[in-house]
């Protein structure tokens, strides 16, 4: 039977799932079609107070897909060959999808608020302490090998100085090269935290409000 708000819903609900795959959209588009009915929704403002706007609700689903895609690694896109750097574009995509949901309800906008000031101050510092560790290993890499240069100067006056200022140089150029690597996967490390700690949040509020998500009740 043919319902006219729950059509124009859908209409728009579909519009912003674009992100997904056609088959994704599908199977989106008729689980809630079909809790429409079952719920026996027959007025935009019974379908909206069930289930949020088209776009509110749109968000959820795809903060809902983007953490499973990130849980498992994102091994259904392009076969399992995404690089790093696109796994790293993706879950800064998911983190953006779940605060979009966040701000989807009205009663978790100040949570939303609070974690986007927390999340602005922890990349404020990121970024400075990255500039501020690439500004000091500019220096002394300059500082390494000036002393190195330092000591071949002064080969022909004085080996034993030659050899503390090189070695000096060495050892600071061989500190920098063995502490850039550590400092790059303390970061990459801190980002993953930061990304599981997304999933647990978007999980909470997705399948922790009233609003029903597909899969729900294959979890259940």
């Known amino acids: 039977m043919k319902n006219k708000a729950s059509d124009s819903y859908i209409d728009e609900f579909e519009i912003y799932l674009h992100q997904l795959s056609a ?17 026996n929704l027959t007025t935009s403002d019974t379908i909206i ?24 690694n994102y091994q259904n896109v392009n076969n399992g060959q995404t690089t790093s750097n696109e796994r790293f ?9 779940v605060l979009l949901a966040l701000m989807a309800s009205p009663i978790a906008i100040p949570i939303a608020l609070i974690i986007i000031l927390m999340l602005a101050l922890v990349i404020g510092l990121g970024i400075f302490f990255i500039l501020l560790f690439l500004f000091l290993v500019a220096m002394s890499v ?25 070695g000096a140089g060495l050892l600071i150029l061989g500190v920098d090269f063995f502490l850039i690597p550590v400092i790059f ?26 609003t029903p998500m597909k899969g729900d009740k294959e979890n259940a």
């Not at 289930?51 to 795809?62: E, I, N, S």
């Open 89 to 97: 574009k993706k879950n800064l995509g998911m983190i953006g999808l």
């Open 142 to 166: 300059v500082g390494g090998i000036g002393a190195i240069f330092v000591g071949l100067s002064v080969i022909f006056s004085s080996f034993g100085t030659t050899l503390f200022y090189v």
């Open 49 to 72: 107070n069930e289930l949020g706007t088209p776009k509110h609700l749109a968000r959820k689903v795809l903060a809902d897909y983007s953490i499973k895609m990130s849980e498992e």
């Open 185 to 210: 996967a303390l970061f990459k490390w801190f980002f993953s935290v930061i990304v599981i700690f997304f999933r647990w949040l978007g999980k909470k509020l997705l399948h922790g409000r009233k």
């Open 23 to 39: 088959k994704e959209q599908q199977e989106v588009v008729e689980f809630y079609r079909e809790y429409i009915i079952d719920a």
